[in-house]
């Protein structure tokens, strides 16, 4: 495979590895509800730590994220912040933000992606997916690192979702109405949800009261492959034979003679033809394409600007924020990628939109989807959070709530065609009315606007839900934690040994902490002794005895255990020769180098 090459690679390239651990530290006044680690999550941080950060618990967990990192046009203020431990990338930190001029611009944007990328890699599910939003200004190398993190055999598609309801006049060469969005998967096998189009089913009917359903003949009979054991002439009615097709059958000979049994195929009037019919039970929904034009169902930037205006009253967050995403582009995301109990990863969170959407999707279809949100930038509590806070519990909206459906051009081929247009405004007010109080259509501007009104008079209501508001705690620096200048409390450590020893993640629901029990992975329990108190953990308690390892032994005696400790009392030999299936493993700490008082 070729290998994309970008100054400052080598430094980066495994820069994800030697990022701390930075525990997570809730703000229960921030939030909504309980709260709690296992559920949705709005982290407020440097992604990259913060990806860090979740590794322990959600390794491995998550089922589907969705990013829309800078797009490095060169006028966004987006700034290189990593702390990698070069001369050169150091230096790139004096000379933010990254703007047009920067001849480096597009190998620091590479190397600010690079790492990652290889920690969502890690937090992705081996059956889930990777959806990613970009611009023509980086989408061939963003195409290029994703094939290499994620494998040329991870590239699910190449999505054109058109973000303009209309092409802007001021372009001096092509109106770029377009976003492109990249898909990769763990699994080269992952395949979408798909959906069912009750117009592209009309065709389905029950003429003869099938109780199988809504049928309809005239499905292919021939094999997509060209397959020479197929190919052979099949018995006709009338003691003729018909023809294979050119590729040959789809099936087998006593395939075919089940399906003619079970009418599925049947002959033509004439018996020359073989017909088969196409029940709609069978059928599991329509492939997505990957060509997404229609605004109305996929929304636009313009849309999700007035959303932002809706939800907080002014213009100062659509102001903020000059291309959001709309809540329709990730509900369809959702839609196809999700299903009620997914847990949603957003690292470049912006305004909020990931979470609006999965609080919409679950209030649709009573789902339990979980977000997890990372935003570093400072209004991440006021905008990202707030936004959150709103949607969850209505917010107050005096007058009328309007959203914009339809944008497009009026000119002369319009009105030779005046019926295309007015069909096509009838197929939104029959799609959408049933949603507002009413369908506004005016022309403006030489173009025609549809847009739905609905009327509020006190307040939106509120999606229900909640979320526990976090920011990133101290490094976790193991080597200073006997030291006393960090202790971190028994989980938060527990988390990030369990997962560095057994490469999963750790799950606190099938730990006992009380006990120093971490988990399991394939026959082998992860043990830890230890408490956040300096003296406890100088003293001979702390320390792996016999009897200590007798009992973790007993717990699971067919199995191997691992065992975390400042010290041991007992030696490995002695283990072994008692048939004690326990293997120490001291915490790298200079315990016994603290001079005793």
């Known amino acids: 495979m070729t290998e994309l090459n970008f100054k400052g690679k080598e430094f980066v390239y495994n820069h994800h590895l030697s990022v701390p651990f930075r525990p997570l530290e809730i703000h229960a006044n921030k939030g909504i509800g309980e709260p709690r680690l296992d559920g949705n999550l709005i982290i407020q941080g440097d992604n990259l730590h913060a990806l860090k950060a979740l590794l322990p618990v959600y390794a491995g967990r998550v089922d589907c994220i969705f990013i829309d990192p800078p797009y490095n046009t060169g006028n966004e203020g987006w700034a290189y912040n990593d702390n990698v431990n070069s001369p050169m990338i150091k230096e790139w930190l004096n000379s933010n933000p990254v703007g047009i001029e920067d001849g480096l611009r597009h190998d620091k944007w590479c190397a600010m992606m690079w790492p990652r990328l290889r920690l969502l890699h890690d937090l992705l599910n081996d059956n889930g997916s990777l959806w990613v939003t970009i611009d023509d200004n980086e989408d061939h190398l963003l195409r290029q690192l994703l094939d290499e993190v994620f494998g040329r055999d991870g590239y699910i598609t190449e999505i054109a979702w ?74 006709g009615p009338n003691g003729n034979t018909i023809k294979h097709p050119p590729n040959g059958w789809r099936w087998s000979r006593e395939t075919m003679d089940e399906k003619f049994k079970t009418g599925e195929l049947r002959y ?42 809706q939800v907080f009253g002014d213009d100062y967050a659509s102001d903020l924020f000059a291309t959001p995403k709309p809540v329709q582009l990730i509900k369809k995301i959702l839609a196809l990628a999700s299903d009620k109990d997914s847990l949603v990863l957003d690292s470049f969170a912006g305004s909020g939109t990931t979470a609006h959407a999965v609080l919409e ?65 009838q197929g939104i007010e029959n799609l959408r009315g049933h949603e507002f109080d009413r369908i506004k259509k005016e022309i403006k501007d030489s173009e025609l606007v549809v847009t739905g009104e609905k009327t509020v008079t006190e307040r939106a209501e509120g999606l229900g839900g909640e979320f526990t508001y976090c920011t990133l705690g101290p490094e976790v620096e193991l080597d200073k ?28 629901a099938t730990a006992n902490l009380d006990k120093g029990y971490l988990g399991s992975s394939s026959g082998q329990h992860v043990w830890l002794i ?25 717990a699971y005696p067919e199995d191997r255990h691992l065992v975390f400790a400042p010290a041991r009392y007992v030696s490995q030999k002695l283990l072994a020769e008692e048939n004690i299936a326990v293997e120490f493993v001291p915490l790298p700490f200079a315990l016994y180098r603290i001079e005793r008082s």
């Open 162 to 235: 058109r973000h303009s309801d209309s092409s802007s006049n001021n372009a001096t060469q092509f109106s770029q109405d377009f976003n492109t969005i990249f898909v990769y998967s763990k699994n080269e096998f992952w395949v979408p949800n798909f959906l069912d189009n009750p117009e592209k089913r009309s065709h389905y009917r029950n003429t003869d009261n099938d109780p199988k359903g809504p049928w309809y003949d005239g499905a292919d009979i021939q094999n997509p492959a060209i397959r020479p054991t197929l190919q052979f002439y099949y018995p």
């Open 268 to 309: 033509s009037p004439d018996g020359t033809r073989i017909i088969r019919r196409t029940y709609l039970a069978d059928q599991k929904g329509l492939p997505p394409s990957s060509f997404w034009e229609n605004v109305e169902e996929t929304g636009h930037t313009r849309g999700a600007k007035v959303t932002l205006k």
């Open 361 to 425: 999707a679950n209030r649709s279809d009573d789902g339990n989807r979980r977000f997890i949100l990372v935003e570093m930038e400072d209004y991440a509590d006021r905008l990202t959070a707030e936004r959150v806070r709103r949607v969850i519990k209505g917010y107050d909206f005096k007058g009328t709530q309007k959203t914009e459906l339809l944008r497009e051009r009026v000119n002369w081929r319009t009105l030779e065609n005046p019926n295309a247009m007015t069909d096509k405004v």
């Open 481 to 508: 934690i006997l030291t006393g200048e960090t202790l971190p409390d028994f989980a938060a450590l527990g988390s990030i040994l369990f997962h560095t020893a057994i490469n999963r993640a750790f799950d606190p």
């Open 530 to 554: 230890y408490r956040p108190d300096l003296e406890w953990l100088k003293s001979p308690e702390a320390a792996l005895t016999l009897s200590k390892a007798r009992e973790f032994a007993a």
